[in-house]
């Protein structure tokens, strides 16, 4: 059984540029959720994948978007960055209708210059 | 608007001890809890999921309680060992998506 990976480990971006991030589910699972945490914070929900549409968001502004794929993989687009996006995304899957646990990557660690 | 608290935010015990990690929540309408273990810079592994109906989970040394209607939750560690040092963190399901809701974390160091 394949866990949930994520790519790339770490990305360097320059604030106001955009960035992309993406992520593989485990097998099996067909629900993706992306977490922003901060350095010595807990991760935050940024949002939820279904069936290839958003069904659940989290505070966070629009420049931060997502896609699914018919495989359940996804992608994370922060458009417009800045200073403060600087974190380590990760992803969760889930499978959906089960019992609600979810399953880590091991993130993408994003620094904004 | 759901807010997870635990405490301590950090806890440094001689290799062997037992220890208790807690774990509040505001909002007792949850589907389940989840503990998770991180290590510096890492993913999140899962450790422990109780569901709203349950009390409690157990797997090997870990031992997870959930009091719903008082919004706690405790991790208890059983003769710990210098590879159980991370951060440990509660999560909370909820809302629409049941979502997670983190707290900050318990960094645990056990000493050799």
């Known amino acids: 059984e394949t866990g949930v990976t994520q790519s790339p480990t770490h990305l360097i971006k320059t604030r106001g540029q955009q960035v992309t991030l993406r992520c593989s589910s485990q097998?099996?699972?067909?629900?993706v959720s992306w977490y922003q945490q901060a350095l010595g914070q807990g991760p935050q929900f940024i949002f939820q994948?279904?069936?290839?549409?958003?069904?659940g968001r989290g505070n966070f502004p629009p420049r931060f978007s997502g896609l699914q794929f018919p495989n359940y993989s996804s992608e994370l687009n922060v458009n417009a960055l800045e200073l403060d996006d600087s974190a380590l995304y990760l992803c969760?899957?889930?499978?959906?209708?089960?019992?609600?646990?979810?399953?880590f990557g091991p993130g993408t660690r994003l620094t904004v210059l | 608007k759901q807010e997870v608290t635990q405490i301590p935010a950090a806890l440094s015990v001689p290799e062997g001890e037992n220890l208790v990690l807690n774990c509040s929540f505001t909002?007792?309408?949850?589907?389940?809890l989840q503990w998770f273990r991180q290590d510096p810079g890492k993913g999140l592994t899962s450790l422990l999921l109780?569901?709203?109906?349950?009390r409690e989970q157990t797997s090997g040394r870990l031992n997870a309680s959930l009091d719903k209607s008082s919004g706690r939750s405790t991790l208890y560690i059983a003769a710990s060992q210098p590879g159980d040092s991370a951060t440990y963190l509660c999560?909370?399901?909820?809302?629409?998506?049941?979502?997670?809701?983190f707290g900050s974390g318990t960094q645990l160091t056990v000493l050799p």
């Open positions: 969760a899957s889930k499978r959906a209708g089960g019992p609600n646990e979810q399953f």
């Open positions: 097998s099996g699972h067909n629900t």
């Open positions: 994948y279904y069936r290839e549409e958003e069904n």
């Open positions: 909002d007792s309408a949850i589907y389940n």
């Open positions: 109780i569901q709203s109906s349950q």
């Open positions: 999560a909370v399901g909820s809302g629409s998506a049941r979502q997670l809701t």
